[in-house]
């Protein structure tokens, strides 16, 4: 991706994004907040119990988390993952670098570590 390299993307192509604060990793991102409707959260599938790592993804570093949600969720490197509502499509990372909900908004990348540039852009990446 122009200006961040290679980063995270969803099976459809979607950019996913951390939320972090104070070197916290998984800060919560709830629906009660309306934290998910920005930032949508990524369950999996009902009966999938885990992601499987597309092209240039770390297969050991992809996990999942069940929460008190009842819900599944991938994990990359213990990060929770989401999208950005204001990401219309693939190539796309707008949410990059925003504070919201109590920490910072940062993209992955394949080594499954936050890239903390502010930068802005609109190519590909790596999937899951």
Known sequence: MSGLGSVLV???GRTVYI????GH?????????GCT???PDLPLPSGVTSAK?????QASLLGSKKLSDG???PTYNGWLMYEFAADSGPGQANGQ????????WYVL???GNPITAATKSTSGGSGY
Do not use: H, M, R
């Open 53 to 57: 790592a597309g092209t240039g993804i």
């Open 71 to 73: 819900e599944t969720y």
């Open 37 to 39: 409707k920005a930032w």
């Open 109 to 111: 990348n394949p080594s």
């Open 19 to 22: 939320l972090t604060s104070g």
């Open 97 to 104: 670098g925003i504070q919201s909900f109590g920490g910072t």
């Open 10 to 12: 969803d099976a459809s």
């Open 25 to 33: 990793i998984n800060v919560p991102c709830a629906d009660a907040s």
